[in-house]
């Protein structure tokens, strides 16, 4: 499977600040994906990112909050913009080969803000 | 709304002998389910996959069965060993047609014990 590398590993932040995570992935994939893991909780998808094109957000999540870059098949950003303590979680990239594929994650992205 | 559910969030068991860990599902349009090990620090570890067509799968010491009936699956691991010590989530998906996201469960974190 593909080799999933995310930076930072882990970040603390101040209140009102914004932190972008880079996810890169060492082979082209078709479909790449942003997760989020509170604490204590299960993974929730925060939105899938489209090569050349907006980012598909699921309920709850919106573009301003979380935008999300995808430049090339390898590679993809998620910001974290005006950081409140509530979005201290895990944040996790994912990419799947094709469709229906089981996806493959990164080792996240812990962020705690104080 | 919890479409995907792990009713036990921990599970002892004795090295050497059987785990079983627990899923049910209330979505109907869910056609596809995976499972996913998770060590601490790490990001989740894809296990093992089941189509809606079938009601087994099978790949060396780990084995999933779905009852689409009861909307249930479950993952067997045998023997059990130290080392599958880790949090498991389930997780369920509906084909789009260009993509499928993933719903996860909250999560069962299984000690194996010597």
């Known amino acids: 499977s593909a080799v999933i590398s995310q930076k930072p590993s882990r970040d603390i932040c101040q209140r009102g600040t914004s932190l972008t995570i880079q996810c890169q992935v060492d082979?082209?994939?078709?479909?790449m994906f942003w997760y989020r893991q509170q604490p204590g909780q299960s993974l929730t998808l925060i939105a899938t990112?489209?090569?050349?094109?907006?980012?598909?957000?699921e309920s709850g999540f919106v573009i301003d909050k979380f935008p999300i870059s995808r430049p090339n098949l390898t590679f993809s950003t998620l910001t974290v913009s005006n950081m409140s303590p509530e979005d201290s979680s895990i944040y996790l990239c994912?990419?799947?080969?094709?469709?229906?594929?089981?996806?493959?994650f990164g080792d996240g992205t812990r962020l705690s803000i104080l | 709304d919890q479409q995907v559910k792990q009713n036990s969030p921990s599970l002892s068991v004795q090295e050497g002998r059987i785990s079983i860990l627990n899923c049910d599902y209330t979505?109907?349009?869910?056609?596809?389910f995976l499972w996913y090990k998770k060590y601490p620090a790490e990001g989740p570890t894809f296990l093992i996959s089941?189509?809606?067509?079938?009601d087994k799968n099978e790949d060396g010491r780990f084995t999933v069965f779905l009852n689409k009936s009861a909307k249930h699956l479950s993952l067997h691991i045998v023997p059990s060993q130290p080392g599958d010590s880790a949090v498991y989530f389930c997780?369920?998906?509906?084909?789009?047609?260009?993509?499928?996201?993933?719903?996860f469960g909250t999560g069962t974190r299984l000690q194996v014990t010597l």
């Open positions: 082979s082209q994939v078709t479909m």
């Open positions: 089941i189509s809606s067509i079938k």
């Open positions: 979505n109907s349009m869910f056609d596809y």
């Open positions: 990112a489209n090569q050349g094109s907006e980012a598909t957000y």
């Open positions: 997780a369920a998906s509906a084909w789009l047609g260009t993509a499928s996201k993933l719903t």
């Open positions: 994912s990419v799947s080969a094709a469709g229906n594929q089981p996806q493959h």
